[in-house]
């Protein structure tokens, strides 16, 4: 297997003679389902219990075991979280991929492996460390099944004493991801421990990498954005959750699992939700209609693949009017596509989902923080509009794990938008479905099971008038979708507005949205580091466009927009909404490989555009 | 010439009060005679004899000629005309939502047996609260006359097609798959189907009826095998089907052995008079094994073949509080600032 797509690797940080502090990323090449995991992630903690900023990124296969996979780490005193191109240390334990790997090292860079693979003589301008895995693990686990599982928690020790770890950390980080598995936690601590010692009395430390304790994480918590998502529609008040398993949404939907079976049961024992498996995404979507129709706050998440799926009963949601709020943790496509890569490549699809005239609000998280509290407004903005609403995550937030400011409780209360009861009824005689009484293009609607004769009316995806009655009349479906229109024109003014990280300084603006955020703000510093250019920068937070969009791009001469899609689907998006004489000003940055956007790739591409 | 004063009988209504007016739907843009429409009016007596309040009802449909029919019964109900065969997953979320609604789905053969059929089968698993109705004529009217998958072997369309390709039989598939009342009747039979939708209301679980229900303009032909003609000569009932609902206190005498009495969730009584000797609808082999003979008989059996009156149903596998959940408040809903506290702290 042709290793160099995720292996690309330029120039390592380091030089010789000095130190390289808090600013490096290590990856652990490993084979899928050796249970490395669990290694990288106490690496990962370990890290951040230090105080030092740190992110990591699992670069795995679509496979349960066998595959090479790839754990990235990177330390940065800066805070930058994004994945770093440049890699400074390997640890290679997979021989399918080592050779490849170290080969692909920028010189400088720093090698661990596993003694067998005899990696020292394929380079001679890197710092290698030779460790007998085997022999150690035989030392501390006298059970020969559990020396596969055990032997992958030696490289940490090993690494503690090579870039500086604090073992107290270390077992701390050991013992938590163990929890109360006290016999598997205390094996692990042994492993590691004799990698550390082995390190001690064998290794010599001869590359420039290192950690030193910071204080940037105080109160920080490290989670992945499914698990943020799932905290966040927890609190919004969910209720009808329906699903198909698809990566990388399924540990969303799990992690949801798990919180409402341990914050939302009543005091009778009995669930104050319902999350119901369905047969696919076709299913999955009718039942979240049909739960929102019938007035529950009900969601479901997919992916790529999900999305088209689940494209008709969109256009059923968006016709009918009638609340959803649809995950989609976008994948690699088109069709099945790098099932465990990161893309976000269902902008454009998804802006317009279903056949006719068809628009759709989207959010786009760039973090943790923002998975949770975008599941709130995300109902909100479903209940207050009657429409399904899109949040556009990706594999890289979704599944990966992120440092994160601790979240804040919701203070707003839940908007359940324009329902009429039993007691409106009676004061008002009757209503109009579809009647634009307060001219936001919202009409009032009353859930089924109202106790009122004039309570009913009759959803139909079929044309309608305004009293929900079956019309072909051209009068009719024109005032229908003209509100329909009216409606979604409304909702610039209520979906979140974009973050102007920067604005003012420059006359070269960028956009950049979800999980560019954090390439691009490294790029921002390396644009003025490297070649003193200031640009400005807009996160954009929504789909329609707020004012502020506008605006940023008219105040600007160019303005580049970054994509994690081959087509530049978001300036496509931006064209559409634009009036003509700001077109032009569009330049596109452009990242499609499965990885995660980095910032180096950003830099050069502004660059080179620019011409400088 | 002495006059008497006369005062106007009080219209009828039933044990709400209500008139059967009540029940009744906009005018039906169906054809003159379609079978769908004699369903339309049986569900109307049902509901109205039932006294069952139209505001609970939820009516749900696919895409195709039957699925129009909602419109024409029952205004006061609500009502949701979906995409085409994906009404089950419409009514499953809708009974999250609120499992204090009683749904209806009217369905057809195509908009069931041909691209509905994965939502059905999964439907049946769950035993879904619901009343499944097919209207099942084998024929796409809307369309202007293909086959559908419920069309019979041999059957000859009125352009001289002739179907080569066995039916699916809903109901085999219902039984076998988990649905606890099923049977089948026939449009034409007033008694019959009107017994049969009452049990249906009285039950809880999926009741899945699949009702032959001719098709005037495509498939009333000679050669048809869902003509009216046809089915009338070929209707072979299972059983004699009556109903006593549970607020009318009659005692109606049968011979012990003659008749099948299954006491319904609500406490009716669905009486069925046996015409075969030893045909029991609680056994699910007997009633598949006879739905098989009765195909290689070129039957077309009605009856109630199936019924089950303990099978746990989706809601009660679910658990879920008695109450809607559309409607919790926000204090149920969103847990409180500690349990958040709680989870970043584990989360540092």
Not at chain 1, 184 to 212: C, R
Request: proline share 5%; glycine share 8%; charged share 20%.
């Amino acid at each position: 297997m042709a290793t160099t797509d995720i292996a690309v690797q330029n120039i390592g940080s380091g030089k010789e003679g000095q130190r390289v502090i808090n600013d490096w990323s290590l990856q652990v090449a490993t084979v899928n389902g050796s249970g490395s995991q669990s290694a990288n992630t106490v690496i990962l903690r370990t890290i951040f219990q230090m105080g030092v900023p740190v992110s990591g990124k699992n670069l795995f296969p679509s496979n349960i075991a066998g595959l090479p996979t790839w754990y990235t780490i990177r330390a940065n005193k800066n805070g930058y979280i994004a994945r770093k191109k440049e890699i400074d240390f390997v640890v290679a334990m997979n021989p399918e991929t080592a050779v490849e790997d170290v080969k692909s090292l920028g010189a400088g860079a720093a090698v661990l492996y596993d003694e067998p693979l005899n990696l020292r003589a394929v380079r001679n301008d890197l710092a290698f460390y030779s460790v007998p895995f085997d022999k150690i693990v035989a030392s501390v686990c006298p059970d020969a099944k559990l020396r596969k599982l055990v032997k992958n928690m030696i490289y940490p020790g090993v690494l503690a004493f090579l870039l500086g770890f604090d073992m107290a950390e270390m077992e701390k980080a050991i013992r938590r991801q163990f929890g109360k598995k006290q016999k598997a936690a205390d094996l692990n601590v042994n492993a590691a421990k004799a990698g550390y010692d082995f390190a001690v009395s064998h290794l010599e430390k001869h590359d420039p990498f290192w950690i030193e304790r910071m204080d940037e994480n105080r109160g920080k918590i490290i989670i992945d954005g499914n698990a943020a998502a799932a905290l966040g529609c927890m609190f919004a008040g969910v209720t009808v959750v329906t699903w198909y398993p698809i990566t990388p949404s399924s540990s969303l939907v799990e992690s949801l699992i798990d919180y409402m079976k341990k914050y939302r049961i009543g005091p009778d024992g009995k669930s104050t939700f319902a999350i119901v498996q369905a047969e696919d995404e076709l299913a999955a979507i009718g039942m979240v209609l049909g739960a929102a129709w019938a007035g529950a706050r009900s969601m479901t998440a997919t992916a790529g693949p999900g999305i088209s799926l689940m494209a008709e009963f969109t256009g059923l949601g968006y016709y009918v009017e009638v609340p959803a709020v649809i995950w989609d943790i976008q994948r690699v496509g088109p069709s099945t596509g790098l099932p465990t890569r990161t893309a976000q490549g269902d902008i454009s699809f998804v802006a317009g989902l279903s056949h006719g005239d068809t628009k759709h609000i989207m959010l786009f998280p760039s973090r943790p923080e923002e998975c949770f509290s975008m599941a709130g407004e995300a109902f909100d903005l479903a209940e207050q509009f009657q429409t399904p609403v899109f949040v556009l995550s990706d594999l890289d937030l979704g599944m990966n794990n992120w440092m994160a400011d601790s979240f804040e409780y919701p203070t707003k209360p839940i908007n359940r938008g324009k329902v009429l009861s039993k007691e409106d009824l009676d004061r008002l005689g009757g209503f109009a479905r579809y009647k634009d009484v307060d001219g936001d293009g919202i009409g009032y609607r009353t859930l089924p099971g109202v106790d009122h004769p004039a309570g009913a009316w009759f959803a139909r995806g079929s044309g309608h008038n305004e009293k929900s009655q079956y019309s072909e009349r051209p009068d009719d479906y024109v005032n229908n979708l003209d509100r329909l229109n009216r409606k979604f024109q409304t909702a610039r003014s209520f979906v979140p507005k974009p973050e102007l990280v920067a604005n003012g300084t420059s006359k070269i603006g960028v956009i950049a949205y979800g999980t560019s955020h954090w390439a691009m703000t490294e790029s921002r510093d390396q644009l003025k580091k490297e070649y003193d250019f200031d640009i400005d920068y807009l996160r954009l937070r929504a789909f329609p466009f707020t004012k502020e969009v506008h605006e940023f791009i008219a105040s600007h001469d160019r303005v580049y927009i970054v994509d994690q899609n081959r087509d530049g689907q978001m300036r496509d998006l931006l064209k559409l909404d634009l009036d003509p004489s700001q077109v032009t000003k569009l330049r596109s940055v452009r990242h499609y490989n499965g990885l995660p956007i980095d910032a180096r790739s950003i830099t050069d591409e502004i660059i080179s555009q620019e011409g400088r | 010439m002495a006059t008497t004063p006369t005062s106007t009988p009080a219209p009828k209504t039933n044990r709400l009060g209500l008139t059967v007016i009540e029940y009744k739907g906009g005018k039906t843009t169906l054809c003159a005679g379609c079978g769908h429409n004699a369903i339309s009016e049986r569900i109307i007596d049902a509901m109205y004899e039932m006294g069952v309040e139209p505001h609970r009802v939820a009516k749900m449909s696919g895409i195709g000629c039957s699925s129009k029919s909602p419109a024409y019964f029952m205004s006061k109900s609500h009502s949701f005309n979906s995409v085409h065969g994906r009404m089950p997953s419409v009514t499953t979320g809708a009974m999250l939502a609120n499992r204090t609604l009683m749904a209806l789905g009217i369905s057809g053969d195509g908009d069931t047996a041909s691209i509905g059929i994965g939502q059905f089968i999964h439907l049946m698993r769950r035993n879904l609260p619901m009343i499944y109705i097919i209207e099942d004529n084998g024929v796409y009217g809307l369309t202007k006359g293909q086959f559908s998958a419920t069309a019979d072997l041999g059957s000859v369309l009125k352009t001289g097609v002739i179907n080569d390709l066995p039916p699916i039989d809903t109901c085999a598939l219902a039984i076998q798959l988990g649905a606890t009342f099923v049977g089948r009747s026939f449009s034409g039979d007033k008694k019959q189907l009107l017994a049969m939708l009452k049990a249906a209301i009285a039950h809880n679980g999926t009741v899945m009826l699949d009702v032959i229900s001719p098709c005037v303009t495509f498939n009333d032909h000679e050669g048809s095998t869902k003509s009216y003609k046809f089915t009338k000569d070929h209707e072979e009932p299972l059983q004699d089907v009556s109903f006593v609902p549970f607020f009318e206190d009659i005692s109606v005498d049968y011979e012990a052995g003659e008749t099948i009495n299954v006491k319904m969730h609500d406490g009716s009584k669905l009486r069925l008079h046996k015409l075969e000797e030893d045909y029991n609808p609680t056994d699910k082999l007997q009633a598949i094994n006879r739905l098989a003979k009765a195909h290689q008989d070129g039957e077309i059996l009605t009856g109630v073949f199936y019924v089950n009156t303990k099978a746990p149903t989706f809601m009660e596998l679910l658990n879920m509080v008695d109450e809607p959940l559309a409607t919790l408040p926000q204090s149920t809903v969103r847990p409180p600032k500690e349990v958040l506290e709680k989870c970043m702290a584990a989360l540092r």
